[in-house]
């Protein structure tokens, strides 16, 4: 895993190449096998300097995450990362010089090992990045991360790289003082050795090793650096709610770390290491984020028998601003489009939707001009059916009308090929209905965006009662190849997410009905950790929006719908007070000149406030209970597996990443106490939050969803 080797000038050379992995990784037996070749450098009077390389496109994407799935004590926590913390300290307290020479990106694990050693030296390419990622999976550095880099480039400075996991090219890393030099890769090994050979002696002690050290920018004790911290505990406790204690243990991690020496810094950093790697918080977040949503991402579960298919043409049937989302980020993917609406106009101004998105990121720098004179020149404005004739797959995204849809289905398929996969961008009318007008069923699928479609990650995939498991398949690659995510997804009314999800507002609007203060309402939503309070997220998608689903459900369902608790609300703000959400400037807010929306006081007039008021931790129960019974049901019903239910609900509207998702809360809180507190809750406010008795069987089993 460690190619060692010393030249005649006493140079030696420790090639981080982890073979059995797709790349360089930090585990128990890297971490061993560096360990060895540390120690065997500076026990061998031959070598006078070290250079620490790899022999893979990148240096070192970080620690394995196998090793933290593992951990359940601190001291399992200390035998995972405590030696290569101790072999890195070792590195560089030797006397000798060790020079990284960086010749890929290095992230996390991997750039702990350039802070510590005594000249970091990265290759000239943009593409390389440099980083201390670990706290967007709860995680803090565990190898001296947050000793180090403070000591470096300042206290204040190293806040972004730990607490927000920023990421950086070289050139940015050399101007923030993370790296020493710049060089073009062809040279990188050679200036290593140089510097080891003349200014290496002289440079093997770290500044916070020699006598009168002071921390660049000031040192934790001074005024300014006090009252930062203060402010920046301020600041996370409002992001947090508390909810995430990766970057709460940073902060304790730089603040008493650094009022101290390094050895005994480490040593705080391992306690705080031990505290998240045996959190909930902590192994929910790498558990959705880092494996189910990289099992999303590599198509695991697409059928293997299936051939991958590339897509080179796609037509999209609507050119609103759902069509015009979709063709934008398939042009972005060197996809042609063929974007058809019913006129010129209006087909031309889904495309001038893309190139107000491709200006602004020129005016940024972030694109060049003629990358995005390229991509523009991929979409083509149309108004015949005939121009869908050579298209690999199309994508109906009209208005959530069955007769329209209907329409455009038909039409279509007279002019598609015979091996195009037809896709319908329904949020909520089921496939296996939809594709009742087509010709070839088998070839019918949903591919459900959420918008604004170039912002949102996720796609669901809906298989239809005919769709082929081919076509699945194919339209897995289509999302993959547009550099989303997709999840797979059975057919049922508003499939998985908009399903689950709807009971967050609805849930609200309920509350808002029996008289629950709408402030309450909405800081129980803040405080539970959803990225916008429920009553404004409404007014943002539009009340009409939902207006119309529920009108859609009562003309289906007829005499067999039954009203739901929040119809009257639903009904009340409408149709008879015309407040129909942000776009109109008025629905549970309203929207004043100033820019600084509040809720709407005439909520007090038509949704009397009840004179007693439940607790703050009810309100929040509620509406999370309510999205996670409905994720539960799903499960039950077979619409979605697992891992793809909570990979969802992440991507797709934003549950708290810190509860691993819609199902992996009902893990966290456990089953057992799950389900008696919802039959509390059945009891009190009804039916709705009745569990399947799937769940109700595992909590008599003290079964998990998920097995670690």
Request: contains cysteine; glycine residues 8%; neutral net charge.
């Amino acid at each position: 895993m460690i190619d060692y080797a010393v030249d005649a000038d006493g140079i030696a050379t420790l090639t981080w190449n982890v073979a059995d992995r797709p790349m360089n990784v930090i585990n128990r037996d890297s971490t061993a096998a560096f360990d060895a070749a540390v120690k065997r450098a500076i026990a061998d009077e031959k070598v006078k300097g070290v250079i620490v390389t790899s022999s893979r496109p990148e240096f070192l994407a970080g620690g394995d995450l196998d090793l933290i799935r593992d951990i359940q004590t601190a001291e399992q926590s200390a035998a995972a990362s405590g030696p290569f913390s101790a072999t890195l300290r070792l590195l560089e307290k030797s006397g000798k010089p060790f020079v990284a020479a960086i010749n890929g990106t290095a992230l996390g694990g991997g750039l702990e090992i350039c802070l510590a050693c005594h000249r970091r030296i990265v290759a000239d390419d943009p593409k390389i990045q440099l980083g201390l990622p670990e706290v967007t999976l709860g995680l803090l550095p565990g190898a001296g991360g947050t000793q180090r880099l403070p000591r470096m480039i300042g206290i204040r400075k190293s806040l972004p790289y730990l607490l927000e996991g920023r990421k950086v090219a070289p050139a940015v890393a050399l101007q923030e003082g993370i790296v020493d030099e710049v060089v073009p890769a062809a040279g990188l090994l050679a200036r290593s050795k140089e510097w080891l050979l003349s200014e290496g002696p002289q440079g093997a002690v770290k500044p916070w090793d020699a006598k009168g050290f002071k921390f660049p920018g000031g040192g934790p004790q001074t005024p300014a650096t006090t009252q930062l911290f203060f402010g920046v505990s301020a600041q996370i406790l409002n992001k947090t709610q508390g909810l995430y204690p990766a970057p709460e243990a940073i902060l304790a991690c730089l603040y008493d770390g650094c009022h101290v020496d390094l050895d005994n810094a480490l040593k705080i950093e391992q306690h705080q290491f031990a505290r998240l790697a045996t959190s909930a918080a902590t192994k929910n977040m790498i558990r959705t984020l880092f494996y189910s949503m990289g099992d999303a991402n590599r198509l695991a579960d697409r059928p293997k028998s299936v051939p991958t298919r590339r897509y080179k043409k796609v037509g999209i049937l609507g050119a609103g601003m759902m069509g015009a989302g979709v063709a934008h980020v398939s042009a972005l993917a060197g996809i042609e489009v063929v974007l058809l609406d019913t006129t010129v106009e209006a087909a031309e101004r889904g495309k001038a939707y893309s190139a107000k998105l491709l200006d602004a990121q020129v005016a940024k720098s972030r694109l060049a001009a003629d990358k995005r004179d390229r991509t523009l020149a991929l979409i083509r404005p149309a108004t015949e059916f005939t121009a869908l004739s050579d298209c690999d797959m199309i994508i109906e995204a009209v208005f959530e009308d069955r007769e329209v849809k209907a329409d455009v289905t038909r039409k279509a398929e007279s002019a598609m090929s015979a091996d195009a996969v037809f896709a319908s961008n329904t949020s909520t009318l089921p496939i296996t209905g939809l594709a009742e007008v087509s010709s070839r069923p088998d070839r019918f699928v949903g591919l459900h965006f959420f918008s604004p479609v170039e912002k949102m990650p996720l796609v669901e995939v809906i298989r239809g009662k005919k769709t082929s498991e081919a076509t699945v398949a194919q339209a897995m690659d289509f999302v993959k190849q547009i550099r989303k995510t997709p999840i797979v997804v059975n057919d049922c009314p508003s499939f998985y997410a908009n399903r689950a999800f709807s009971m967050f507002p609805y849930e609200a609007m309920t509350m808002l009905g029996e008289g629950v203060n709408p402030d309450l309402i909405e800081n129980a939503a803040r405080l539970a950790g959803m990225p916008m309070p429920a009553l404004a997220l409404v007014d943002e998608f539009s009340l009409e929006l939902m207006h119309k689903v529920y009108k859609q459900a009562r003309l289906d369902q007829g005499k067999n719908y039954k009203e739901q608790p929040q119809d009257e609300v639903l009904v009340t703000m409408v149709e008879k007070l015309g407040r129909i959400g942000r776009k109109a400037g008025k629905g549970f807010y309203e929207y004043p000149a100033d820019g600084k929306k509040r809720l709407w006081p005439g909520l007090a007039e038509h949704f009397p406030l009840a004179e007693e008021q439940p607790t703050l931790e009810e309100v929040r129960k509620r509406l999370m209970y309510s999205q996670s019974i409905e994720a539960a049901r799903c499960i039950a019903e077979g619409i979605c597996s697992i891992k793809d239910a909570d990979v969802g609900s992440l991507l797709g509207w934003g549950f708290p990443a810190a509860l691993g998702g819609a199902v992996s809360h009902i893990d966290t809180v456990g089953a057992n106490r799950f389900v008696a507190e919802s039959d509390r809750l059945a009891k009190a406010y009804g039916p709705r939050f009745e569990v399947p008795p799937a769940l109700r069987e595992m909590a008599e089993s003290n079964a998990r969803y998920h097995v670690s």
